[in-house]
């Protein structure tokens, strides 16, 4: 295996770390992104106009009231290779388990898997510091830039919010034109395992039971964001080169751009049903309840 080296960043070397992706990006232009995040606490209540609807809800009011704690990046090339030296990024964000808001079993679950939360509370990222260094970083508003991820509305959606400062849209479709406009082109890949071809092989659970079920290794810890980033590039390109190497140009189309669980009634959506089973099998999965992974 390739050597990996998975960089920790804090406010200390934050700068110097987006540095060196902005000296990268054109020539390893595939950001594969994970976050990790403090749970989800609040469920939305009332009338909803469908389940996609509920869904977006329920994320927004989440990324409202939570904060982040670290975002993985993993800049790959069109083979899906990392740079040379295998270099990582996974970025540690300020929170405080006195004064932030959370689920005890996700906090949890993160401290066992390696998060240091006294760390975080001390040498932690501010979110205007990181969403300011990720605007000018060259990775956002750039179609020739393309985002890759799994079971993603939290994740663009806590982008989004260290981005703009603020809390999310109020209406899906305004979310859908600010992460158009941010991140042109992206791939879910829970969007890909819905498609024909890849659906017969029946992939099945979170990021880390997609991988063991297509032998896709893993490098470092499981729920820290730089681990999973890395995973989620590599998961991608074995389902890309296994499952649609001849029809990648169709399948791409279809679902560039769509997020699992979200905004079938704002894009492909229609008061008709399609006799195209890509399309159905992208409408059946915007549907799709979503899970903080």
Not at 21 to 29: C, D, G, S
Request: charged share 20%; glycine share 8%; net charge negative.
């Amino acid at each position: 295996m390739d050597e990996v080296r998975i960089h920790d960043v804090w406010n200390t070397n934050v700068e110097e770390e987006f540095g060196k992706m902005r000296a990268l990006i054109e020539e390893y232009p595939y950001v594969a992104m994970d976050t990790e995040f403090p749970g989800v606490v609040a469920t939305p209540l009332g009338m909803f106009r469908s389940k996609e609807d509920f869904n977006y809800q329920q994320v927004s009011c989440n990324v409202n009231m939570l904060k982040l704690i670290q975002v993985g990046f993993a800049l790959v090339n069109e083979k899906g290779d990392l740079p040379p030296g295998g270099d990582v990024w996974q970025f540690n964000f300020h929170f405080s388990l006195n004064e932030d808001m959370f689920s005890q079993e996700s906090v949890e679950l993160l401290r066992v898997a390696g998060i240091d939360f006294n760390r975080l509370q001390t040498e932690g990222i501010s979110m205007d510091v990181f969403g300011e260094l990720l605007t000018t970083s060259g990775l956002i508003v750039d179609d020739r830039v393309t985002w890759l991820t799994f079971s993603s509305g939290y994740d663009f959606g806590y982008l989004l919010k260290s981005i703009t400062l603020s809390d999310l849209p109020r209406e899906e479709s305004t979310f859908f034109q600010f992460h158009r406009s941010l991140f042109p082109r992206s791939y879910d890949i829970k969007l890909l395992l819905r498609m024909p071809g890849c659906a017969n092989a029946k992939l099945k659970g979170g990021l880390q039971e997609v991988a063991d079920q297509l032998d896709v290794k893993r490098v470092g810890a499981r729920h820290q964001a730089g681990s999973d980033a890395l995973l989620t590039a590599k998961t991608f390109f074995k389902i890309k080169q296994q499952f649609f190497n001849d029809s990648w140009d169709k399948i791409s189309q279809v679902v560039q751009g769509h997020l699992y669980g979200l905004g079938s009634s704002l894009t492909l959506h229609s008061a008709h049903k399609s006799d195209d089973p890509l399309i159905e099998a992208v409408h059946a999965a915007q549907s799709a309840p979503i899970t903080a992974n």
